[in-house]
Nanobody, 122 residues
Framework: QVQLVESGGGLVQAGGSLRLSCAASGNIFSINTMAWYRQAPGKQRELVASITGADNTNYADSVKGRFTISRDNAKNTVYLQMNSLKPEDTAVFYC????????????????WGQGTQVTVSS
């Protein structure tokens, strides 16, 4: 099947930077939108940033100007460069992808990674 594996999380001081990666592997024909979500303790999961197959990007207002999403289609990988991190960015970050499994598939299925913890200390 399909696996999404995130990496790059960790502990960083406020004002610092981290780069998250998420690699998709398995039975993949094509990938449409890839995205990063986050969930802080006691809060709902929220969209952080997304990027379409045509490289159109969308960001949550809270991260605009600080985070950059990008993708490498040859590697089936999406990245999230996070700069000027704030304590309120502390959360588990999840990647998601809309994946078409075969050339005969008529729809894209959504897959999720297991999450990576990002902790920003003040």
């Amino acid at each position: 099947q399909v696996q999404l594996v995130e990496s790059g999380g960790g502990l960083v001081q406020a004002g610092g930077s981290l780069r998250l990666s998420c690699a998709a592997s398995g039975n993949i024909f094509s990938i449409n939108t890839m995205a990063w979500y986050r969930q802080a303790p006691g809060k709902q999961r929220e969209l952080v940033a997304s990027i379409t197959g045509a490289d159109n990007t969308n960001y949550a207002d809270s991260v605009k100007g600080r985070f950059t999403i990008s993708r490498d289609n040859a590697k089936n990988t999406v990245y999230l460069q996070m700069n000027s991190l704030k304590p309120e960015d502390t959360a588990v970050f999840y990647c998601g992808a809309a994946i078409r499994l075969t050339p005969y598939s008529t729809t894209y299925r959504n897959f999720w990674g297991q999450g990576t913890q990002v902790t920003v200390s003040s």
